[in-house]
């Protein structure tokens, strides 16, 4: 290490510790994220009740961790869950394999699964990390402002 990086590091030491830290009081005052951020899984319905997800597996396929479990069942005329021929009987993400990666976003051609922007998934035992279906139709309980990001920023 030559005297010249030194200095400079020193410099980029200096300049910070004379900057005023930046105090956010968590969790009454969330950070916002940006919009391209991948959170939470959520699954969709349509307007009228019926979901989104016909069971097609894609999202499966697709899913680089393994973590999501999709066992699909037929549409009855008595028991109509989606709109399609079939519906997701179980669907089951495990989120302690998840890599949030978006894939299963990407692969699904209904848009029934997003990743939304909220970040808070902690829970206390192991069973709670795996999301069912109930659980991914429901909106997040604690949602998270978004970021407005500036004309031109990557």
Known sequence: MSRT???????????TML??????????????????FRG?????THDN???K????SLCVA??????????????????RVSA??????????????CIFCGYCELACPFDAITLEAEYEM??????AEIYHKDMLLAPHPKPVPLRHEEPGAE
């Not at 900057?19 to 969790?27: A, L, M």
């Not at 697709?62 to 028991?79: G, L, M, Q, S």
């Not at 399609?84 to 495990?94: D, H, K, L, S, V």
């Open 84 to 97: 399609g021929e079939r519906y997701a009987r179980i669907y089951e993400i495990n989120m302690l394999r």
């Open 40 to 44: 939470r899984h959520r699954l969709w």
């Open 62 to 79: 697709a899913c680089p961790a393994d973590c999501i479990r999709v066992v699909a069942e037929e549409n009855t005329p008595e028991n």
């Open 122 to 127: 902690s829970e206390r035992g192991r069973e």
């Open 53 to 56: 997800c016909v069971g097609c």
């Open 5 to 15: 990086d030194s200095i400079a590091g020193f410099k980029v030491t200096f300049q």
């Open 19 to 36: 900057k005023k830290p930046e105090t956010i009081g968590y969790p009454e005052r969330k950070t916002p994220v940006f919009p391209r």
């Open 49 to 51: 009740g019926l979901e």
